[in-house]
């Protein structure tokens, strides 16, 4: 009897993938996201970016005076808390963190924290166990020369961050006669004037968006997902052959990048401060022109175990078509 339960944990576990790629719509109206520990819960659903993920780090963006932020945080229990957006006594994770950094640009400050612990409550306890530990073992098995491992407590986090669904964005950045474009979900807005992009460090194109200090970002609809997500593989050149894309291009509206024809959205953006956090580079940028084109769904990724606790909920969020 323990044999068989033990087995279909196992299946089960097995068969939920760690990420999956969704529509929504942005802002993503699922999960809320609230840092607890301060004088009053603050919503940071749209102000909490991955900056890196070996160690894993978060940068938010606070309002109070930089002089008094690391004593503050290094003297209270924070924790980042998810929940459904039209359910909010339900928790779905926490992700404890603890003040590692500071990131002050034009006197607004970017705090960074590490995870010290963390809770996935979108799956039953025996079920996450199993679930932790076919992960932990899937990522060092696949362990290559060019891939980050994640020690296990950090995977951990990192799924639960995952609960509030990521978006995707092709990225153009051009500079000299170089120029890429490739995908990215370690992006997002802050409470601040800042738009954060953290990009891993052995990426070739992180020169690019050094030097040239501008890029381009479009929101990728959901019928674009699968040419998006194999442009993955740019992520390893430095520069593409533009003519070899999958789609038509138009230029982005500020830089005259080239962007996805169809694009949701389309920012134009300029560097105002770029730093190593860790594994990953974090480019703090000013968002200079934004145009939203049309309506539509966006590509997203989502924690797996989430998308399969929406799944028993009767939920079922677009998928993109192959």
């Known amino acids: 009897m323990i044999r068989d339960w033990i087995r279909r944990l196992l299946f089960v576990a097995g068969r939920v993938p760690r990420y999956v790629a969704v529509g929504e719509r942005d802002p993503q109206q699922r999960v809320r996201v609230t840092l607890e520990g301060l004088d009053a819960p603050l919503d940071v659903t749209r102000n909490h970016v991955v900056a890196a993920v070996r160690p894993l780090t978060v940068a938010i963006a606070m309002t109070l005076p930089p002089a008094t932020h690391a004593g503050m945080f290094q003297h209270r229990p924070l924790r980042l808390r998810f929940a459904p ?3 909010p006594g339900t928790t779905l994770g926490t992700v404890d963190l603890r003040h590692e ?6 006197g607004a400050a970017l705090q960074l924290f590490r995870p010290s612990g963390s809770a996935d409550r979108s799956m039953p ?13 899937a990522e060092r098995r696949r362990r290559r020369p ?43 807005p802050t409470a601040g004037p800042y738009f954060l992009m953290a990009l891993r ?7 690019l968006m050094r030097e040239s200090r501008r890029m381009a970002l479009a929101d990728v609809p959901l019928e674009s997902a699968a040419a998006a997500i194999k442009l993955g593989a740019h992520h390893q050149q430095e520069s593409i052959d ?13 830089h005259g990048l080239p962007v996805l024809r169809g694009a949701l959205r389309v920012r134009d953006v300029e560097v105002r401060e770029a730093r ?28 797996g175990p989430y998308h399969r606790y929406l799944a028993l909920q009767g939920i079922d969020p677009p998928r993109p078509v192959a």
């Open 85 to 87: 957006l039209r359910d």
């Open 276 to 303: 190593e956090v860790g594994s990953h580079t974090l480019f703090v940028t000013n968002v200079i022109h934004d145009e939203r084109r049309r309506d539509g769904l966006q590509l997203f990724h989502m924690s």
């Open 201 to 207: 460090n052995t990426s070739p194109s992180v020169r």
């Open 101 to 106: 950094d500071a990131i002050v640009v034009d």
């Open 242 to 254: 533009w003519s070899a894309l999958p789609f038509a291009t138009d230029p982005s509206p500020a």
């Open 125 to 137: 306890p025996g079920a996450r166990a199993v679930f932790r530990w076919h992960q932990a073992w």
């Open 146 to 188: 060019s891939s980050l491992e994640m020690e296990p407590a950090d995977l951990a986090a990192f799924q639960v961050l995952y609960v509030c669904p990521r978006p995707v964005v092709l990225v153009t950045v051009r500079h000299g006669p170089a120029g890429n474009m490739f995908p990215m979900d370690l992006v997002g």
